[in-house]
């Protein structure tokens, strides 16, 4: 559990962290938990930043 939730209870979105603002402004009533920030390196497109957002829908 994370802060008292169930892990059925949490949602999780991978998304690419140029478009961090952008989700948030559209997020809603949700209530964000964590927001992780990596590098993935891919061979077509190079390296691009993603964010993985773990939320509670409200």
């Not at 989700?23 to 390196?41: A, P, Q, T």
């Not at 691009?48 to 829908?57: A, S």
């Given at each position: 559990?994370?802060?008292?939730?169930?892990?059925?209870?949490?949602?999780?979105?991978?998304?690419?962290?140029?478009?961090?603002?952008?989700?948030l402004?559209?997020?809603?009533?949700?209530?964000?938990i964590?927001?992780?920030?990596?590098?993935?390196?891919?061979?077509?497109?190079?390296?691009?930043?993603?964010?993985?957002?773990?939320?509670?829908?409200?």
């Amino acid at each position: 559990m994370i802060s008292g939730w169930k892990a059925s209870e949490l949602r999780s979105e991978l998304i690419d962290a140029r478009e961090l603002d952008t989700w948030l402004r559209n997020s809603g009533d949700e209530i964000i938990i964590d927001i992780n920030f990596c590098m993935v390196d891919t061979s077509h497109a190079g390296v691009l930043p993603q964010c993985l957002i773990i939320y509670k829908e409200a």
